[in-house]
């Protein structure tokens, strides 16, 4: 099982609370963005294109904490930027880990070795290592040679000192299916707890068959790759939401899933659309106009496929429908059962 | 994660960088303060008062007179905030950040202008210390 019991028994009793409370609208993920300097330049990235003393600015570890209070989410996805710059990412981490809530620290890994000194080994804590793909797809993807090396070794070195490791890995519709099962491979023969992975999001105008067209080709690449699972495979996500990849459920987006704080405020929907920004979580909640986002409902949802609006969409029909918690449980005990 | 929502490949003219907007109405205005808004640089915003401040603009709430926008001034830490009604001009001063770095852009560049990429992105980061 790729996610630890515990962290699956409180996320579970956090929804249900949330369902016994008739709470319409929670968060699952905090997607908390500290800077949006990184030490990559990594084409296509539309996360670090700002000015200097935008680039410049940190969340205190003060704002950080109280963010995660403030929204309440068991699990804090920690990405950037490259979180690691900030250089008091490690006592944000540890205040975090005090709330004890399951933190992802999202990381290109190029301080990670250097850095692991600085931080203990716990439940609470993973390193989510960025890959894309093997060395040549890696490299060509972050625009820097010898990065996957470098990740490697940072890999090994945090699971020797007993560090929860994951990877995640954003694929676009010209992946390789076979070159993406080799890494998969790779990366458990690297002794990782479990991977993640999402198609990228981009936006286009288009007309509605092209945008169809495309969702298609997304559902096919992962058919392809995820058709006939390896036993050695272990994902760290929702089955259902790999389901979802592979066209075989539909959900509609839940963007307030996976809300996102950075020095900006509380970002206005989600994670990948910037419409403007909320003073608190509550605002954010209140005043967002939910109905406007989503396939079908607004033009730049209608390719995104990504994990932070429909994996929380998957998580909701594990525990709100019959075949989804059936679903759900099948494939947890039985991965290669898909 | 790839964004092209904030991307345009090189050399097209679509950027609003060096431009400068002086509306007549407040639909220009809000026009403008929209484009400003998507525009990944600093803007320059001449207010009636004779004040220029210069700066990222990240957020607006649109509320008919008591509409207001928030800049991150380039030299301080503190946020300003202003009424779109103190407001004579937008200039699009800064660079545009995000003008051609689409993933498209980046292959079909040359390999020599790929390598030089790299490198300056490499030297910058050694320079400030997070590499």
């Known amino acids: 099982m790729a996610v630890p019991l515990s962290q699956m028994a409180t996320v579970t009793k956090y929804v249900l609370t949330q369902k016994l409370n008739r709470v319409k609208r929670y968060p699952l993920v905090l997607?908390?963005?500290?800077?949006?300097?990184?030490?990559l330049a990594c084409a296509g990235c539309g996360k670090i294109q700002y000015p200097d003393h935008v680039l410049d600015k940190r969340l205190t570890v003060e704002q950080c904490l109280a963010a995660a209070v403030e929204c309440g989410a068991?699990?804090?996805?920690?990405?950037g930027g490259e979180p690691m710059i900030h250089p008091e990412m490690s006592t944000i981490v540890r205040g975090?880990?005090?709330?004890?809530?399951?933190?992802?620290?999202?990381?290109?890994?190029?301080?990670?070795?250097?850095?692991?000194?600085e931080y203990q080994p716990s439940k609470f804590l993973t390193f989510s290592v960025h890959m894309d793909?093997?060395?040549?797809e890696h490299d060509l993807a972050v625009c820097r040679d010898g990065v996957y090396e470098v990740a490697?070794?940072?890999?090994?070195?945090?699971?020797?000192?007993?560090h929860r490791v994951t990877t995640n890995t954003t694929l676009f519709d010209d992946a390789n299916p076979e070159r993406v099962r080799k890494f998969f491979d790779a990366m458990m023969d690297l002794g990782v707890e479990g991977m993640m992975i999402s198609p990228g999001y981009s936006y286009q105008k288009a007309p509605d068959q092209q945008h169809f067209l495309k969702r298609e080709r997304t559902r096919e690449l992962f058919s392809r790759i995820l058709g006939s699972p390896k036993k050695s495979w272990q994902f760290n996500q929702s089955p259902l939401f790999l389901d979802f990849l592979m066209g075989r459920r539909?959900?509609?987006?839940?963007?307030?899933?996976?809300p996102t704080y950075n020095v900006f405020g509380w970002q206005k929907p989600c994670y990948l659309l910037q419409e403007g920004y909320a003073k608190t979580f509550r605002e954010l909640m209140d005043s967002t106009e939910w109905d406007h986002y989503g396939t079908g409902r607004n033009e730049k949802c209608a390719d995104c496929m990504v994990h932070c609006g429909y994996e929380p969409s998957a998580v909701e029909d594990t525990f709100g429908t019959l075949s989804g918690f059936g679903r759900t449980v099948k494939l947890t005990m039985l991965p290669t059962s898909r | 994660m790839t964004d092209t929502k904030n991307h345009s490949p090189a050399g097209v003219t679509g950027s609003?960088?060096?431009?400068?907007?002086?509306?007549a109405s407040f639909a220009e205005l809000a026009e403008a303060v929209e484009l400003a808004f998507d525009y990944r640089g600093d803007v320059t915003v001449s207010l009636k008062s004779g004040e220029s401040l210069s700066g990222y603009l990240f957020n607006r709430q649109?509320?008919?007179?008591?509409?207001?926008l928030e800049v991150f001034p380039s030299d301080s830490s503190q946020v300003r905030h202003i009424r779109y009604d103190q407001i004579a001009a937008i200039a699009f001063t800064g660079e545009d950040t995000a003008t051609g770095k689409s993933w498209e852009t980046w292959i079909a560049k040359k390999d020599l202008e790929r390598r030089a990429e790299v490198e300056r992105v490499a030297a910058d980061a050694q320079a400030r210390g997070i590499l």
């Open chain 2, 62 to 68: 649109v509320k008919g007179s008591d509409s207001s």
């Open chain 1, 250 to 258: 539909e959900y509609e987006c839940t963007p307030w899933g996976n």
């Open chain 1, 74 to 79: 068991p699990i804090v996805s920690i990405p």
């Open chain 1, 96 to 117: 975090l880990v005090a709330q004890e809530r399951y933190i992802y620290l999202c990381t290109n890994a190029i301080l990670m070795e250097r850095k692991l000194d």
């Open chain 2, 16 to 23: 609003p960088e060096g431009r400068i907007f002086q509306p």
């Open chain 1, 133 to 136: 793909g093997l060395k040549d």
């Open chain 1, 152 to 162: 490697v070794r940072a890999i090994k070195a945090a699971l020797k000192r007993g």
């Open chain 1, 31 to 39: 997607m908390l963005e500290p800077l949006f300097r990184c030490n």
